[in-house]
C-alpha cells in the first residue's frame, strides 16, 4: 500500500464491531474481568487503552517499523527511550539537537551517571572517534534544528551496530511521509506528534516506533512502568490529524520552496538554511535519505539586523515555538526553543540573535511572503534608527 493511502486505511481505523470509520475513544481507566487473570486484552488504561492500540499500530505502520508506542508527549517519548540505558553508558547526540533533549540529557540522564557527548553526527568520522567501550545509544535528529545538519543514517547506523550500539532518530522534522529512520537500520524512531503528525497546534503526544521484538518489550515496559501515556481523547485528535500528513506537509513544503527561493534573493539575508538548497551541506546525503526536503527553513540576517526585530513585526507569521502546523510559524531559536544551552555553546552552534526558525503552514504564500518583506523592511529601519 502506498503512503498516502496507509494514512487513511491504516490498520484499526475502521471499527471492526460497528463500522465506524473514526477510532472510538475509549475513554476508561480499567477494564471488567471475565475472571480473575481472565480479562478481553485489556486490564487497565496506563498498560494498555484499545484507542491507543490503534494509535500505536498506525505510528508503527507509517514508520514501516512492527511495534509503536505513545507518550504523553514528545520528550515523555524521549526521555523513556533513554531509559533502555544505565548508569554508566555514554552516548552521542547531534550537537544542536532540539533543546528540552539537551536539557534532558544534560541536567536529568548526566545526574543518573549516563553521559553524552555532543557532536555533529554529520561527520561521520568524528562521530566515529567519539564512540567509548560504553557507548550505548547515538542520539540523532537530521536535519537537525535549526542549523540544518545532515546526518546519514544508513552509515552510522552501520557505525552504530558494529559498535553494539543503539541509533535513535528524532524524527520529529521529517514525519515519516519524509523520512523512514528504521529502513535506513535505526533500532528506534521517536517523534514529538505535537508538530507535523498532529499538525494543528491542539494536543501534546509523544511517539515511538521499532521493529525489534526484544527492544519493543523493553520500551513497552518502560512504558508501562513510568506511565507517560497519552489519554484516549489525545490519542483519537492525534489521529485526525495524521490523516492529512500528506496534503499538509507537500502544500507547506512547496510553499518553503518558494519562500526559501525568495529570501537567497534579500540583501537583508546572509543565508538560507534548508534541505532543499543546493548548497547546504548534506543536500545530497539528505535527498538520498528522504523524499523531499521538508517545511521548516532557518534563515541568517546579515550582521547588524536584529532577528528581535524581525520576529516581533510579522502579521501572518504567528510568533511562537513549536513547528509543524497549520498555521506558520516564526521562532528566534536563541531566545525560545534554544534556552536550555549556555549561552557561549549556543553561539558556537551558530544559533544567535540573527538566526531566524521559519515552519511553514497553510497560508497563502504571497501573504506569507509579503509578511516577511515588511517585517525585514521593519528590521532595517530600526538599524537606521540612532
Ligand atoms: C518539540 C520537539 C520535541 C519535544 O516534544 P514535546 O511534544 O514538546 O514534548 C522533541 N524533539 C523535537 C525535534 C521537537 O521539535
Known amino acids: 500500500m502506498k503512503r498516502a493511502t496507509q494514512l487513511i486505511h491504516h490498520p484499526g481505523g475502521t471499527c471492526e464491531y460497528t463500522g465506524a470509520v473514526s477510532v472510538p475513544i475509549y475513554q476508561v481507566s480499567t477494564f471488567a474481568q471475565d475472571a480473575v487473570g481472565a480479562n478481553k486484552g485489556y486490564d487497565y488504561s496506563r498498560s494498555g487503552n484499545p484507542t491507543r492500540a490503534v494509535l500505536e499500530r498506525y505510528i508503527a505502520s507509517l514508520e514501516a517499523g512492527e511495534h509503536g ?91 552504530a551496530h558494529r559498535r553494539g550500539a543503539l541509533l535513535m532518530v528524532d524524527n520529529t522534522f521529517m514525519s515519516p511521509w519524509l523520512q523512514r529512520p528504521l529502513e535506513a537500520g535505526a533500532d528506534l524512531v521517536i517523534h514529538s506528534a505535537t508538530k507535523f503528525l498532529g499538525g494543528h497546534s491542539d494536543l501534546i503526544v509523544g511517539l515511538a516506533a521499532c521493529r525489534d521484538p526484544d527492544l519493543a518489550k523493553r520500551l513497552g515496559r518502560i512504558q508501562n512502568a513510568v506511565g507517560a501515556i497519552p489519554g484516549p481523547m489525545d490519542c483519537w485528535l492525534l489521529m485526525r490529524g495524521m490523516k492529512t500528513l500528506g496534503v499538509r506537509l507537500e502544500r507547506g513544503q512547496a510553499t518553503a520552496a518558494r519562500i526559501a527561493e525568495w529570501l537567497v534573493r534579500q540583501e537583508e539575508v546572509e543565508q538560507v538554511l534548508w534541505p532543499g538548497a543546493a548548497d547546504l551541506a548534506g543536500a545530497e546525503v539528505h535527498r538520498r535519505q528522504a523524499d523531499g526536503p521538508g517545511a521548516i527553513l532557518s534563515f541568517r540576517l546579515r550582521e547588524g539586523l536584529s532577528g528581535t526585530a524581525l520576529c516581533n513585526r510579522t502579521r501572518v507569521w504567528t510568533l511562537a515555538v513549536s513547528l509543524g502546523a497549520v498555521e506558520s510559524i516564526i521562532t528566534l531559536p536563541a531566545r525560545m526553543t534554544h534556552l536550555p544551552y549556555p549561552p557561549g555553546e549556543r553561539e558556537a552552534l551558530g544559533i544567535d540573535d540573527r538566526l531566524v526558525r521559519l515552519s511553514v503552514g497553510l497560508e497563502d504564500p504571497d501573504d506569507l511572503v509579503a509578511d516577511l518583506a515588511d517585517a525585514l523592511a521593519g528590521a532595517r529601519e530600526e538599524e537606521a534608527a540612532p
Do not use: Q, W
Not at 567519539?130 to 550505548?136: G, L, N, Y
Open 69 to 159: 508506542f505513545a507518550f504523553a508527549s514528545g520528550m515523555a517519548a524521549i526521555s523513556s527511550c533513554l531509559a533502555l540505558l544505565k548508569t554508566g553508558d555514554h552516548v552521542i547526540a547531534t550537537a544542536g539537537l532540539y533543546g528540552g533533549t539537551y536539557r534532558l540529557l544534560t541536567r536529568i540522564y548526566e545526574d543518573l551517571g549516563i553521559t553524552t557527548t555532543f557532536l555533529d553526527t554529520g561527520d561521520l568520522k568524528a562521530t566515529e572517534r567519539a564512540f567509548t567501550a560504553r557507548t550505548a545509544a547515538v542520539f540523532v535528529e537530521t536535519p537537525s534544528n535549526p542549523m540544518m545538519r545532515i546526518t546519514d543514517l544508513r552509515a552510522l547506523s552501520d557505525i
